[in-house]
């Protein structure tokens, strides 16, 4: 397997959706000291949980599941 660098990751991170977003997020929350991917991804969510509140107060549709729903709905189970 060949190892790729942190743009690419980077860059396929931005490709997620937003439940592997979360996903991905939730499984690596448990480091003791986060990484820079797991940065980079945490910056990510902020960014489309801002966008998703700009296009619910613009009127827009989603595209993917919204990032907050998948939140919430993790945090009541």
């Known amino acids: 397997m060949e190892s790729i660098t942190l ?3 980077q860059k396929n991170i931005d490709k997620f959706n937003n439940q592997h977003l979360y ?8 480091q003791d000291e986060p990484s820079n991917l797991l940065k ?4 990510v969510a902020n960014d489309r949980l801002a966008k ?3 296009m619910l107060w613009s009127g827009k549709r989603f ?3 919204p990032l907050q ?3 919430d709905r993790y945090q009541k189970s």
Do not use: H, P, S
């Open 7 to 9: 743009e690419q990751a």
């Open 23 to 30: 996903n991905f997020i939730k499984q690596r929350q448990c």
């Open 40 to 43: 980079y991804a945490i910056d």
């Open 52 to 54: 998703e509140c700009a």
């Open 63 to 65: 595209k993917d599941e």
């Open 69 to 71: 729903r998948i939140i």
